[in-house]
């Protein structure tokens, strides 16, 4: 399926099924695969950082993160039918791993939000072994490189914040030769551990998780401004 272009950025029209098949047999190929998640606020930030820009175009799958997308999408008379989180889709990556037999590493966020996530998440999918993890506060990048390559995990997520993620995984991939997936995954970490709650069903279920974390934090409406800015750029670009 041919990615869908916003504004200069690439999405992928794949749902998560989808993209974990395809993960399948590109881990059966010995190849590398990267996932990021778009969403308006990404998208306007590429319009004035070239590297934001290039680090999204560059890999593999661009999930659609944000009704904002799926809005655009339809405005466009794209295939995007659903949303794909960041969160969801380490979910679906975390399953697929215990499911393979595959090891996974985890690097970012606070020493306790991240080593509670790895015991909750243990708790909660059979099978899932996590084969190491590391708060994103160290200092000595080479050792935690070789800890990483030491666990032997498969799959790889990232949780610094955008886009320093990104630039993480670009510049140590070729480092981690033994990880075949690696996910930016943002506040995912943070969510799975318990301390950020997610929007409650009903928010969740009619794409209005903006609206509930604008209620919870007013001081996110400067960075939600990209929604209406982004589809009012799409529609003008049309
Ligand atoms: N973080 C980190 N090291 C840093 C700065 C941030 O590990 O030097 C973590 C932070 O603790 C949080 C995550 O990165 O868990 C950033 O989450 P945020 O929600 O800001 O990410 P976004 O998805 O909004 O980019």
Do not use: C
Not at 34 to 59: F, Q
Request: charged share 30%; proline share 5%.
């Amino acid at each position: 399926m041919d990615k869908e272009q916003y504004l200069g950025v690439s999405v992928s029209p794949y749902t998560y099924d989808e993209i974990i098949d395809d993960v399948k047999v590109r881990i059966a190929e010995g190849l590398q695969s990267t996932v990021i998640a778009v969403n308006p606020e990404k998208v306007i930030t590429a319009g004035r950082d070239p590297l934001v820009k290039e680090l999204i175009n560059e890999s593999t799958y661009q999930i659609p993160d944000g009704i904002g997308m799926i809005i655009a999408s339809k405005l466009k008379k794209g295939d995007i039918r659903e949303r794909v989180t960041g969160v969801d889709m380490m979910g679906r990556l975390l399953e697929f791993a215990a499911q393979e037999g595959h090891g996974v590493f985890f690097y970012g966020a606070k020493e306790e939000v991240v080593r509670t996530a790895k015991e909750k998440l243990e708790a909660k999918i059979p099978n899932l072994h996590v084969a190491g993890y590391e708060s994103g506060y160290v200092q000595d990048q080479e050792a935690l490189v070789q800890k990483i390559n030491e666990s032997k995990a498969a799959l790889l997520f990232v949780a610094l914040g955008s886009p320093r993620q990104e630039l993480w995984i670009r510049e140590n991939m070729p480092k981690l030769p033994h990880v075949k997936v690696f996910q930016g995954v943002g506040g995912s970490f943070d969510v799975y551990s318990g301390k950020v709650k997610r929007a409650p069903a009903f928010y969740r279920k009619f794409g209005l998780e903006w609206l509930y974390r604008l209620m919870k934090e007013p001081k996110r409406i400067k960075r939600q401004m990209a929604l209406p800015k982004f589809l009012l750029k799409i529609l003008v670009n049309k």
